[in-house]
């Protein structure tokens, strides 16, 4: 019993340490994505709707099979009741009876085979939403991503914005004690200091909520722990030939799960055309059966149990045709109902690729002016970085005011800052159009 104590206590604690290992290991944005769709409600959701549409196949393609019943039913009768001479007595009797049947459909004018086609076309479909809920989930994954990236960039800005101004303060410090300063200047780096301190708490609280909701996108129970892989990107690894609108379409309509589920459903109108068309043919059926019974009359010497069941066993096998002649038009309005949803669906497909065509537009565009305001942004934050690096020099010396010194300053760090916002939107902007090229999600 000890050593089965040690060896469970061992086992624990060496789980509690994986488990800390994994929490503390950095998510890059693959994993975030695939773990987003594993645990996804909505993604659970569309499983579940295919689910259900397997389970509507499997019952369309046992539907050809024979069915098999069986009944037993027992009664008694009590008072004046009619007897088998065609008399009526006042005779308490009681009856047995015993049934087992089957029945095949031979022909249903096609009605079986449309509906495994259009139970299997249901089934595309519904696939092909899953697909959609997956890709829309990944798409609000990398969107939070990046803004985790960019946050933590936001971070490092004004941490380097206060490693700046605490720099400049201990100098203005030092000039104060040898009165190359005056009292009010020291004070104004002081205040600048405090500010930037607040600016980097504010900073660092907007990288924390960008956390959190990534984490609960993910569906984590708890940010603690959490944090990402910030990766190394460069640049210059981001420019390059932007693919045409018309080229990412035409790419788009053979992989794009809203495409194909709506093609899907408008191939289903027509086997539901031809389902609701069966009615208009005969229905034929085998029938086959066996039966027996036992009848017992109070006050008279019955025949025993199990004799009457033997000589009461009967078996019957046959044939039925039902041959539609009218039906109140019931069946005429069935087959224009189905043609009407099937030109429904057919408008539906179009607006679903008029829809994603103008969804590339935008995101091209959106892509081509991303690029330039980076570049822009670049020589920017080039400009900006050189001005404020004069103006310093001149602050040291005493050649410019502090008004002018912060102002080159806040400069600066606006132009770094649009200059991070920039790239993190070029990058997501070329990633929505390889999503539509059909390009998994990534950062590498």
């Known amino acids: 019993m000890k050593i089965n104590t040690k060896l469970l206590t061992a086992l624990s604690i060496s789980m509690l340490l994986a488990n800390g290992t994994q929490a503390q290991k950095a998510w890059d944005l693959t994993r975030c994505i695939d773990y987003a769709i594993a645990h996804n409600l909505t993604v659970k959701q569309q499983e579940a709707a295919r689910d259900k549409s397997e389970v509507e196949l499997n019952t369309a393609k046992w539907s050809r099979l024979p069915d098999l019943n069986g009944s037993a039913s027992h ?10 001479n065609n008399t009526y007595q006042s005779i308490n009797t009681q009856n047995t009876g015993l049934n087992l049947s089957t029945s095949v459909p031979l022909f249903t004018g096609m009605q079986i085979p449309n509906n495994i ?5 249901n089934l595309k479909a519904a696939t092909e939403d899953l697909n959609k809920a997956k890709e829309d989930i990944s798409i609000e994954v990398a969107s939070a991503y990046l803004q985790v990236l960019f946050n933590e960039e936001l971070v490092k800005i004004a941490r380097q914005q206060v490693e700046l101004s605490q ?4 100098q203005k410090e030092a000039y104060f004690k040898n009165g190359k300063a005056s ?3 020291w004070y104004e780096a ?12 504010q900073a660092e609280n907007d990288y924390r909520l960008s956390l959190l909701d990534l984490s609960q996108l993910l569906e984590l129970p708890s940010p603690d722990n959490f944090r990402i892989v910030s990766p190394d990107i460069q640049p210059e690894q981001l420019f390059g030939t932007l693919t045409p609108p018309a080229e990412i379409y035409s790419q788009a309509l053979l992989t794009k799960p809203s495409i194909k589920a709506a093609q899907y459903r408008l191939e289903g109108a027509a086997r539901s055309i031809r389902i609701a068309q069966s009615a208009y043919y005969p229905q034929l059926n085998f029938g086959a059966g066996l039966g027996t019974s036992y009848y017992n009359v109070s006050g008279r010497e019955n025949p025993s149990f199990h004799s009457q069941l033997k000589d009461n066993f009967s078996q019957y096998v046959g044939l039925s045709l039902s041959i539609p002649i009218f039906n109140r038009l019931s069946t005429r309005n069935r087959v224009r109902t189905a043609r009407l949803e099937q030109t429904t669906l057919n408008w539906q497909l179009e607006e679903t690729k008029k829809k994603l065509y103008k969804e590339i537009q935008q995101a091209y565009y959106n892509a081509v002016n991303a690029e330039s305001k980076y570049q822009s942004s670049q020589v920017a934050d080039e400009a900006a970085e050189a001005s404020f690096k004069l103006m310093k020099e001149k602050y040291m010396y005493g050649k410019a005011n502090a008004t002018e010194y912060n102002e080159a300053r806040t400069n600066w760090m606006k132009a770094v800052s649009d200059c991070v916002q920039a790239k993190y939107d070029y990058l997501f902007r070329t990633k929505i159009l390889d999503f539509y090229k059909g390009i998994p999600l990534t950062l590498k």
């Open 183 to 185: 009292e009010a200047e």
């Open 167 to 170: 720099e400049m303060l201990a």
């Open 75 to 84: 009664s008694f009768n009590f008072g004046r009741s009619l007897q088998a």
């Open 190 to 201: 002081k205040s600048r200091v405090a500010q930037d301190q607040l600016s980097l708490v």
């Open 117 to 121: 086609a259009l139970s299997k076309l």
